[in-house]
Structure formats: C-alpha cells, structure tokens
C-alpha cells in the first residue's frame, strides 16, 4: 500500500466516524445481588438514565423510557418487591426506593418536567401514579 492510498483510507475513515450518528448518549446501570432478581428496560431516545439497585432476593424491576432526558432510579432492597417505571416525554423523573418486602410501585409520566417519588418502608405496601401533561409532582410515602 502507498502512502498515498494509506492517507485517503485513513482520512475516509475518520470521514465516516465523524459522519456516522452519535450514539443517543443514555445510560443505564444496574446492580443485582440476591438471587431470582429480574430486570428488563427499553431505551428509545437521547440522553435517558435509568438507575437500579435490588440487593435481596425476587425482586424485579422494569424501565421503558421513549423521550429524552428523563431519569428513573428504582432501589428496592428486601424481596418480592416489584416496580415498573414508563416514561415518555422530556425531563421527567422518577424514583422509587421500596426496603421491606412484598411492595409494589408502577409510575407512569406522558408529557414534559413530571416528577415522582416513591418511598414504601414496611411490607405489602402499593403505590400506582399516572401523569399526564406538565409539571406534575407525585410524592408518596408509606411504612
């Protein structure tokens, strides 16, 4: 190969690096240390975060994001606790924690700046919240 050839070869590949699509830039980080833990998530958009911890045992967790920028952190902790967290929007958040066992959250944000927060302690606890629109705010805490 001459170095002619080597420097059009190299320069239109950096041309088509440069050219292709960015990737959408979102994260998601998930962590599961018990046994039986479940997750499954659906990123479609830019610049989502989702966020999952679970630690116990049967736990599951499931995140769909369509949008951009929005973030979901779920937790958990005990066990046989469930969350399901959709958002479709821009710029909503979301956060569930959960601890105990046997508690249920299911969010769900369809529009722009939604913010919910979840928090269930003790056992058996279940939490269900829908937004629609804009700059909606849910807090619920249980033990």
Partial sequence: MTLKTLLIVS????????????????YLSLEQYGWGNSFGSSQNGRRNR??????????????????????????????????????????????????????????SQDGNGNAIGVIQAGRGNHANVTQIGRGNVSVIVQD
């Fill in 11 to 26: 320069a239109a590949a950096v041309t088509i690096t440069a050219a292709a699509p960015a990737h959408a830039g979102s």
């Fill in 50 to 107: 989702l966020t999952v911890y679970q630690d116990g045992a049967r736990n599951h967790a499931i995140g769909t994001q369509a949008g951009k920028r929005n973030r979901v952190v779920i937790g958990q902790d005990g066990r046989w606790n469930g969350a399901n967290a959709s958002q479709y929007g821009r710029g909503n958040i979301a956060g569930i924690a959960q601890f105990g066992r046997g508690h249920t959250a299911i969010t």
